[in-house]
């Protein structure tokens, strides 16, 4: 069984920045990627920032130069920094993990969600 434990999100002002983080556990040997998602109200689920076990990055185009996607594979852990928030990143976002079962299989793992509202 592998967990995706999510932290770091909240209400923040317009402007404002945000440190999300996720902790991969469990029966996961090796990982290949580590990803970032977040989905609004009323809106499909989109792909925010990707990284692989490597460092290699990638970004949405509405967050490029906003945020960074940063890991420490040693920990299993993936962090995302948000700063100069905008009321339009508000959502739910979701830690996404590409990695091998105990099984030998490869397969996607998906974090709780943690809510993040930019608001004044």
């Known amino acids: 069984q592998v967990q995706l434990v999510?932290?770091?999100g909240g209400l923040v002002q317009p402007?404002?920045?945000?440190?999300?983080?996720?902790?991969?556990?469990?029966?996961?040997?090796?990982?290949y990627a580590m990803n970032w998602y977040r989905q609004a109200p009323g809106k499909q689920?989109?792909?925010?920032?990707?990284?692989?076990?490597?460092?290699?990055?990638n970004y949405a185009d509405s967050v490029k130069g906003r945020f960074t996607i940063s890991n420490d594979n040693a920990k299993n852990t993936v962090y995302l920094e948000m700063n100069s928030?905008?009321?339009?990143?508000?959502?739910?976002?979701?830690?996404?993990?590409?990695?091998?079962?105990?099984?030998g299989t490869l397969r996607y793992y998906w974090g709780q969600g943690t809510q993040v509202t930019v608001s004044s």
Request: net charge negative.
């Open 85 to 103: 928030l905008m009321p339009e990143d508000t959502a739910v976002y979701y830690c996404n993990v590409y990695g091998r079962t105990i099984a």
């Open 15 to 31: 402007g404002g920045s945000l440190r999300l983080s996720c902790a991969a556990s469990g029966s996961i040997f090796g990982i």
């Open 6 to 8: 999510e932290s770091g």
């Open 45 to 57: 689920r989109e792909l925010v920032a990707s990284i692989t076990s490597g460092s290699s990055t």
